[in-house]
């Protein structure tokens, strides 16, 4: 499970770093959790600027961004239970992007020369009904209580 492959690449450091494998590990996390949010952030701008033509200043664009892993700090949850919550929700929160995307890239009107072709939609298809049907499979695993 998750907690157990982070566990392996803590105990993965400690032979490394020594004593400081917690600190380098936790410092890693930090870094890549900031570079996820940076990304999702100029993502976000990138869309509301150029699709719905929305202008969020860049401070308020950061702090909404920073605000829900801040929140979980202080509140006090246990970061690993909302790391394995966060990754769920973005597993059923993913068709609904690949979805429009597999359907405007794959528009000739809209995308000219550049719409995908058939062997790449059905790829598209394949990849997202993947997806659904994983989902589908947690949905019922949970409900059974088979998870």
């Not at 401070?59 to 202080?74: E, G, K, Q, S």
């Not at 966060?86 to 794959?106: D, E, H, M, N, Y």
């Not at 020369?113 to 394949?126: E, L, R």
Request: aromatic share 4%; hydrophobic share 55%; charged share 10%.
């Amino acid at each position: 499970m998750i907690v157990d492959t982070i566990e392996q690449a803590h105990r993965s450091l400690e032979p490394l770093v020594g004593r400081l494998s917690s600190s380098v590990f936790g410092i890693a996390l930090l870094a890549s959790g900031l570079s996820s949010s940076a990304v999702g952030t100029m993502a976000g701008q990138t869309i509301m600027k150029g699709f719905i033509n929305l202008q969020i200043p860049l401070n308020l664009r950061r702090l909404i961004t920073m605000a829900p892993a801040l929140a979980i700090i202080i509140i006090g949850i246990n970061p690993m239970k909302a790391l394995i919550i966060s990754q769920v929700t973005l597993s059923f929160a993913l068709p609904l992007a690949i979805i429009p995307l597999i359907l405007i890239t794959g528009r000739k009107d809209l995308m000219r020369s550049f719409a995908n072709h058939t062997p790449t939609k059905i790829v598209g298809w394949i990849i997202t009904s993947l997806i659904l049907i994983m989902n589908a499979l947690l949905i019922f695993l949970s409900i059974t209580g088979s998870v």
